[in-house]
């Protein structure tokens, strides 16, 4: 498991720093340029983001918790399973035609009044979240197969398209309705380029008969999809519906600027997401045979090897924002935001601290519990934005994101801890901490140097210089001690006698 683990997590990781060091100098160079282009699209995502989960009627969710349960290894899964789930796909899909094609209109009159460019494209909402649904559930195929460094190849390739695309527009070649054609176009193409990979090791077209002696327990997996809709939706509004309210209530380039903001702290959490990803099926497996050891064992690494990367991107692009600003198109517009990143970036490093706290409990048997806490958190941080964006504007939604997640993600551990016993926390925890105090102290003491490239360098070096002999200094990570020691002595015995 462990190989596993390590082999798709590196992978992961270096395909998704791919995209973002790519993401990163189109954000610095690209996409301040049309600030109103870059918010609209940010709507249409997050609003896709927002609708996933009532579409898929959680049936993408059923999928990832069940698919031990009906797959033998080496066998292919159970056509009676496949059917079950295509059903709720479809039956989803359907019903958000039907809904869409009724209430877009008056949806975009009430909402959105004020900004003419989302009234005039709403209808392309449409085609555009199906086809995320549809990629999201065989993303999540991929993942019940413990392959995440392919969809999240495809995934990044956007980052190398999307600024392509907004030259385009901005250059005058084609306008906002070719902007999303080519984006519509890029989602089927990677659809199908995940319909041929699933293929191979899949049979994507359940058979007919399907075999008699397989009981399918419909009414748990009903219950479970239920449950996963709403937590979905839930945790949706809780991470992306500031984006919606900004757009409503500031227009599209408000959007943009928060947008940016959102997309840097969230460089800061990509080595933490790998992990969180891969681990979905690990837990799963664990909480079928009712391995309680193997699971606390994943929940405290976990915590551990998502922390620590967290931490030090968030210091590095928090102490180099002010250099990065001034590099930046329209980069004065961005200047004053910089309590919105480190709202934004505490949240992360609080949800890399819970761990997957979120898989042990919707793997368990407690998870309805989460629903009464969802409920109540994703309607604390819609009362927040509607508070505080009318007199803070973005920073008020930024504190809707921290405070909402914040909560989030810490009462998740707490009951995690009282219905199962697990702890997130060991000694090593409070050393990582112990490593973060030391970074904001040195790095809020450095004197500043006129060249903001050199800013920028000296800054991440102290920073990577302080964690690394952190890592080594603690054995914490036996992993990068082992291949630095490796590295050391092959380059010793290169050396000249």
């Known amino acids: 498991m462990s190989s596993i683990i390590q082999s798709q997590g590196?992978?992961?990781?270096?395909?998704?720093?791919?995209?973002?060091?790519?993401?990163?100098?189109?954000?610095?160079?690209?996409?301040?340029?049309?600030?109103?282009?870059?918010?609209?699209?940010?709507?249409?995502?997050?609003?896709?983001?927002?609708?996933?989960?009532?579409?898929?009627?959680?049936?993408?969710?059923?999928?990832?918790?069940?698919?031990?349960?009906?797959?033998?290894?080496?066998?292919?899964?159970?056509?009676?399973?496949?059917?079950?789930?295509?059903?709720?796909?479809?039956?989803?899909?359907?019903?958000?035609?039907?809904?869409?094609?009724?209430?877009?209109?008056?949806?975009?009159?009430?909402?959105?009044?004020?900004?003419?460019?989302?009234?005039?494209?709403?209808?392309?909402?449409?085609?555009?979240?199906?086809?995320?649904?549809?990629?999201?559930?065989?993303?999540?195929?991929?993942?019940?197969?413990?392959?995440i460094a392919l969809p999240a190849l495809l995934s990044s390739s956007l980052k190398f398209i999307l600024p392509c695309l907004f030259l385009f527009v901005i250059h005058g070649y084609f306008g906002y309705k070719g902007f999303l054609f080519c984006l519509m176009a890029y989602y089927l193409g990677i659809i199908i380029f995940l319909i041929r990979f699933l293929s191979i090791k899949e049979n994507l077209i359940p058979r007919i008969q399907s075999t008699p002696e397989i009981h399918l327990n419909k009414n748990e997996l009903i219950?479970?999809?239920?449950?996963?809709?709403?937590?979905?939706?839930?945790?949706?509004?809780?991470?992306?519906?500031?984006s919606l309210m900004i757009t409503s209530q500031l227009g599209t380039e408000a959007n943009g600027m928060f947008s940016m903001m959102y997309f840097i702290s969230n460089a800061a959490f990509i080595p933490a997401n790998s992990l969180y990803e891969i681990l979905s099926p690990f837990v799963s497996k664990d909480s079928k045979e009712n391995n309680l050891l193997s699971i606390q064992i994943i929940y405290t690494k976990s915590v551990r090897n998502m922390l620590i990367p967290t931490l030090w991107a968030s210091f590095c692009l928090y102490f180099c924002f002010d250099s990065m600003m001034t590099i930046i198109p329209n980069g004065e517009k961005l200047l004053n935001l910089k309590t919105v990143l480190l709202l934004l970036l505490t949240s992360?490093?609080?949800?890399?601290?819970?761990?997957?706290?979120?898989?042990?409990?919707?793997?368990?048997?407690?998870?309805?519990?989460?629903?009464?806490?969802?409920f109540f958190l994703a309607s604390t941080n819609i009362g927040l934005n509607i508070l505080l964006i009318p007199i803070h504007g973005i920073l008020g939604s930024a504190i809707a994101t921290c405070v909402s997640v914040s909560i989030f993600n810490i009462s998740k551990s707490f009951l995690i801890y009282f219905t199962s016993g697990y702890k997130p926390f060991d000694h090593d925890f409070w050393l990582i901490l112990l490593c973060g105090a030391l970074v904001i102290l040195i790095s809020s003491s450095l004197p500043k140097v006129q060249n903001h490239y050199m800013q920028i360098g000296i800054q991440i070096v102290i920073i990577s210089i302080i964690f690394l002999s952190f890592l080594w200094l603690t054995n914490m990570s036996l992993e990068l001690r082992n291949w630095i020691s490796n590295k050391l002595k092959l380059l010793n015995k290169k050396s000249p006698q």
């Open 348 to 374: 992360r490093i609080i949800d890399a601290s819970t761990g997957v706290n979120h898989h042990i409990l919707s793997f368990s048997k407690y998870y309805k519990l989460e629903l009464i806490l969802l």
């Open 10 to 147: 590196l992978k992961f990781s270096i395909i998704q720093y791919i995209g973002v060091f790519i993401g990163i100098i189109s954000t610095l160079l690209i996409y301040p340029q049309d600030l109103s282009l870059y918010g609209f699209y940010g709507f249409l995502t997050n609003t896709a983001s927002l609708l996933a989960p009532i579409i898929s009627l959680g049936f993408g969710f059923v999928l990832l918790r069940y698919f031990p349960h009906y797959r033998e290894e080496g066998q292919p899964t159970h056509s009676k399973f496949i059917k079950f789930i295509y059903s709720g796909y479809g039956i989803g899909i359907i019903s958000f035609v039907i809904l869409f094609l009724l209430l877009s209109g008056w949806i975009a009159n009430y909402f959105f009044k004020q900004d003419e460019l989302v009234i005039r494209n709403l209808i392309y909402l449409l085609p555009l979240t199906i086809l995320f649904v549809i990629y999201e559930f065989l993303t999540h195929w991929s993942t019940s197969y413990k392959e």
């Open 223 to 242: 219950q479970f999809a239920l449950y996963s809709m709403i937590t979905g939706t839930s945790t949706v509004l809780i991470l992306r519906i500031d």
